[in-house]
């Protein structure tokens, strides 16, 4: 038998790799992420897509079409914001919204959580585990399934955890774990 059909098992244990990703294709999101989307969709639907829809509307009434700088770029903004009302959709449709503020006071990571962690460097960094749709690094937010948040899911206060990096394998302390507080009813 050919070597390229037969699969090779290697029981290194050294070899750290990075933890699976969860099965089912679920999109993670906080109740704020979730709103934000919903609120660019509806803007997209309610506001924008009728007015280019009019300026179009407007241009192709004006006669060749070929030349109508309007209607060409007016074509290709409402299929750009059909693209975008479509990519929303589905998102929103498979959005799993989780709020954060259900484990306050706890010292577990969970989606949410904001984690100020030592690397091996000595360097104290923070990150704010969120969705993927609206994780923002300018900000510290990580996505729940990025290297550092994956690795970070589950540990506790005080632990020591093995980050697979490019290139290399660091050390990072868990330091702080917080949750945003939930609100009064």
């Known amino acids: 038998m050919s070597k390229a059909f037969t699969k090779e098992i290697e029981s290194d244990d ?46 192709a009434s004006n006669g060749d079409r070929s030349e109508n700088g309007d209607y060409l770029y007016g074509k290709k903004r409402l299929r750009e914001i059909d693209r975008r009302i479509r990519f ?5 449709e498979i959005a799993v919204v989780t709020d954060p503020s259900v484990h306050y006071g706890n010292e577990q990571v969970f989606f949410g959580a904001t984690v100020i962690y030592l690397d091996d460097a000595g360097v104290e960094r923070t990150v704010t585990i969120k969705g993927i749709n609206e994780a923002n690094s300018a900000l510290g937010e990580v996505s729940w399934v990025s290297p550092i948040a994956r690795t970070l899911l589950k540990a506790r206060e005080g632990d020591e955890l093995k980050l697979v990096m490019p290139g290399r ?11 945003p507080q939930p609100l009064a009813s």
């Open 14 to 59: 050294d070899e750290l790799q990075l933890p699976s990703l969860p099965a089912g294709g679920k999109n993670y999101i906080t109740p704020k992420g979730y709103a934000t989307l919903r609120a660019e969709l509806l803007d997209l639907i309610d506001n924008e897509r009728p007015k280019v829809v009019e300026v179009v509307h407007w241009a």
């Open 88 to 92: 929303l959709t589905k998102r929103l």
């Open 169 to 179: 394998v660091g050390t990072i302390e868990v330091l702080r774990v917080t949750y």
